[in-house]
């Protein structure tokens, strides 16, 4: 127990000193960037009257008839029409043809830009016009430059030629794109340009005969940004994707995939949308792995939704991939290469007020190869669930039914001794009646399990075992508040003290095969589950009483939870017989103490953790996990994990994760997940991120876990935006979402 202590006031000790020296270090505040929401734009003369269809506006100082129709305006001479508005020194109007020609210090407005010359005319029954030695200014997208030539059809069409354009600074243009002709179709938002040259600090980095982008975040076929990258295993890496807009509702990317170590991929996503259904497919292949004996890789995935009769489901997802190893040598994320099945299945499900009714058919691939064949996953060749429950009303009886008919047989390649297969029909129909009250309520609750089976291949088990048992279970809480000032402000705290009986009479289940069973994880909510074992294949025994509290501190101003406490534990009134098979019989008179907080009563910082003490084993820690978060601003995030669990596994891990501002442009991002006992890194990356209202740049060096043996990678990635143009690199924003909690950027 003083072991135990000490543990934790250290742990706690170390969380605080670490939160308070970061806090101190990190606490200065930087400016968040902030780019103007337009560029140094003139202001237009105000015009009181608004203009319809065909009224044309004609200001000026001087006005004189060079000839018949055609009116020469000097001094602060304008035109207006529709949207578009012209000032310029000299007007030249022709109202005959319906045309201007403007001369010296000509400034120009529409919706879609800005722009000053020299010289320029106007067609004013269409709005279309012609510049010189243009100046302009792009409205949505920041964008600047000049044209030796310039053309605008209103609303419709922008032309230029000899054109150079940025987003950046006209003091400091990072990068800059210049082209023989460029045009801009407003009604498409999408922009076609020739002979492109991309500058960046005046150094030529890429040219290309033709380039063609969009002008809004709208959906556009064409190109995409390439990505880079290296690792150890594929070596130097680039992507070239695709992205083909087929319909309002459909949309598809194709990306080949160049790596210097292994060859050519070919890689594709389809997506669809209709008004009942969904669904996406995707494909990878390589043709011949250099790295793997010219061996053919690939990967298929699609997935299916669709709604029918108002209340009806269908679902359905395929996934497959070649080799056992291909997440390892292919997949770019944590979370794939520690993948261990690929699910195949098909639902279809109906819901009525009080009912539910799910129809499956369910398969695995096993992609981690140090899986015996003997622990794969069960095939479920269907499965039938169905709930029914009356609707709940308190001080009255309701009553309801669960059930779940499925027949199992093994997966591929099953050839092993004692390889069952067989169904299983369990229903379990119980009744319950919930008393509440303001302060209280208290639910009793009976109900009864039998389940059957029906074997074909029964091996050492018969052919038609089952099991009938009864479950009594008692559930009561009772809700306390008081009224408190805490730092001057005024909070509610709660008080919720919960006793929870089970009762399951001892039978002995030995005689039933193992399907889908497992233990639950000991949680503060699996105190107060009814079966100790998840699936039907066993229901555990049970005499025993789980006493808990919790405690919640409540704003009384805005109603907000700024945390809450729960303590609970399980008293065994007699051992539990039932097992699992190679388990032995459990005899302690309880279970671990569970405790769990959650609380942002520190300004910025949320801080967390449960833990699980069993004073029957060793020092008694089996479970410890304490996190803190620090999040002052958006963009700024400091995440503190601290990990240990002894009960099935040994592990004990330590976790950093960060996005720190450097200052108003840089900022800093990292984790490191370490494993304490191996003494080694599981996940550590680190890179920078810098941003600027023209031009964005990231980079991360990465060195991570590919499999369950210890194998590991390395690879570098970046990403380089010249915004209101292009992207160019890896999109590394989505890892960093998944590896830093609360992760936020600007890109």
């Known amino acids: 127990m003083k072991h135990f202590k000490n543990k934790l006031i250290a742990l706690f000790s170390l969380l605080s000193l670490s939160c308070c020296i970061l806090a101190a270090e990190l606490g200065g505040e930087h400016s968040t960037l902030i780019c103007p929401q337009s560029l140094n734009i003139p202001e237009k003369t105000f015009i009181e009257s608004d203009l319809t269809d065909g009224d044309i506006y004609i200001s000026a100082d001087n006005a004189e008839l060079i000839e018949e129709g055609v009116s020469s305006l000097s001094g602060n001479a304008e035109i207006r029409r529709k949207t578009q508005q012209i000032k310029a020194n000299t007007i030249n109007y022709d109202e005959p043809n319906d045309s201007a020609s403007l001369d010296g210090d000509v400034n120009y407005w529409d919706k879609t830009l800005f722009l000053k010359s020299n010289k320029g005319s106007l067609k004013l029954d269409n709005g279309s016009g012609e510049f010189e030695n243009a100046e302009y200014i792009l409205n949505k997208s920041r964008g600047i430059g000049n044209a030796k030539r310039l053309y605008v059809d209103l609303g419709k069409l922008t032309e230029l030629e000899k054109v150079q354009y940025t987003t950046c600074d006209p003091?400091?243009?990072?990068?800059?794109?210049?082209?023989?002709?460029?045009?801009?179709?407003?009604?498409?938002?999408?922009?076609?340009?020739?002979?492109?040259?991309?500058?960046?600090?005046?150094?030529?980095?890429?040219y290309s005969p033709y380039m063609s982008f969009p002008l809004s975040k709208e959906r556009k076929s064409g190109f995409l940004a390439p990505g880079y990258g290296a690792t150890n295993r594929n070596g130097v890496e680039l992507r070239t994707p695709y992205?083909?807009?087929?319909?309002?509702?459909?949309?598809?990317?194709?990306?080949?995939?160049?790596?210097?170590?292994?060859?050519?991929?070919?890689?594709?996503?389809?997506?669809?949308?209709?008004?009942?259904?969904?669904?996406?497919?995707?494909?990878?292949?390589?043709?011949?792995?250099?790295?793997?004996?010219?061996?053919?890789?690939?990967?298929?995935?699609?997935?299916?939704?669709?709604?029918?009769?108002?209340?009806?489901n269908f679902f359905f997802t395929y996934n497959r991939v070649s080799d056992k190893f291909y997440f390892e040598d292919f997949g770019s994320q944590l979370s794939k290469t520690s993948t261990r099945f690929l699910e195949r299945r098909v639902d279809v499900s109906y819901q009525g007020d009080n009912w539910d009714l799910t129809t499956r058919i369910q398969d695995y691939q096993t992609v981690d190869r140090?899986?015996?064949?003997?622990?794969?996953?069960?095939?479920?060749?269907p499965q039938i669930l169905f709930n029914y429950t009356s609707p709940r009303k308190f001080n009255r009886i309701n009553y309801g039914l669960k059930s779940n008919t499925v027949y199992f047989e093994r997966g591929d390649n099953a050839n092993f001794t004692n390889n069952v297969n067989g169904a299983r029909v369990s229903l379990r129909p119980y009744v319950k009646y919930p008393m509440r009250t303001m302060a209280s309520y208290i639910e009793p609750k009976l109900s009864l399990d039998y389940t059957q089976y029906n074997l074909d291949n029964s091996g050492v088990f018969s052919e038609n075992p089952n099991r009938l048992l009864p479950i009594f279970s008692f559930d009561s809480k009772i809700f306390l508040e008081r009224d408190m000032m805490?730092?001057?402000?005024s909070f509610l705290q709660t008080l919720e003290?919960?006793?929870?009986?089970?009762?399951?009479?001892?039978?002995?289940?030995?005689?039933?095969?193992?399907?889908?069973?497992?233990?639950?994880?000991?949680?503060?909510?699996?105190?107060f589950r009814e079966n100790r074992f998840?699936?039907?294949?066993?229901?555990?025994?049970?005499?025993?009483?789980a006493i808990s509290v919790t405690s919640h501190l409540i704003s009384q101003e805005s109603g907000k939870n700024y945390g809450d406490i729960s303590v609970g534990q399980i008293f065994y009134l007699r051992d539990r017989d039932v097992t699992l098979p190679g388990n032995g019989i459990r005899d302690e008179s309880s279970s671990a103490i569970i405790a769990e907080i959650n609380t942002k009563l520190i300004k910025n910082w949320t801080i967390g953790g449960d833990i699980q003490w069993d004073p029957n084993i060793g020092d008694g820690t089996e479970k410890i996990t304490a996190s803190a978060t620090y999040a002052p601003m958006p963009g700024k995030?400091?995440?503190?994990?601290?990990?240990?669990?002894?009960?099935?596994?040994?592990i004990e891990q330590s976790d950093i994760s960060f996005r720190m501002p450097l200052d108003r442009q840089w900022s800093a991002v990292g984790r490191w997940n370490y494993a304490v006992p191996e003494g080694r890194s599981l996940e550590l990356?680190?890179?920078?991120?810098?941003?600027?209202?023209?031009?964005?740049?990231?980079?991360v060096a990465r060195r991570f876990l590919t499999d369950a043996n210890g194998e590991f990678d390395t690879g570098i990635f970046f990403q380089l935006e010249l915004k209101g143009l292009a992207g160019i690199g890896k999109k590394t924003v989505n890892f960093l979402k998944e590896q830093i909690p609360g992760y936020r950027s600007g890109f």
């Open 534 to 545: 998840s699936g039907d294949d066993r229901l555990g025994d049970a005499n025993q009483v």
């Open 637 to 650: 995030i400091l995440n503190l994990a601290y990990r240990v669990r002894r009960d099935t596994t040994d």
């Open 370 to 381: 140090s899986i015996a064949v003997s622990s794969r996953p069960y095939k479920r060749l």
């Open 243 to 312: 992205y083909w807009n087929i319909s309002p509702n459909m949309d598809a990317t194709l990306t080949p995939r160049f790596l210097t170590d292994s060859g050519v991929m070919a890689m594709g996503e389809y997506r669809y949308l209709f008004p009942n259904s969904s669904g996406e497919i995707n494909f990878e292949y390589l043709a011949s792995d250099s790295n793997l004996e010219d061996k053919h890789r690939n990967l298929f995935h699609i997935t299916h939704h669709q709604s029918f009769a108002e209340t009806g």
């Open 486 to 489: 805490l730092a001057g402000n």
């Open 171 to 206: 003091d400091d243009q990072f990068w800059q794109l210049s082209a023989d002709k460029i045009s801009l179709d407003h009604e498409d938002n999408w922009g076609k340009a020739r002979n492109v040259m991309i500058k960046i600090k005046n150094v030529p980095v890429f």
């Open 685 to 699: 990356f680190g890179g920078v991120e810098y941003e600027s209202c023209c031009w964005a740049f990231r980079a």
């Open 497 to 527: 003290p919960r006793l929870f009986y089970l009762f399951v009479p001892n039978e002995n289940q030995s005689d039933l095969p193992v399907f889908d069973t497992g233990t639950f994880d000991l949680s503060f909510d699996s105190l």
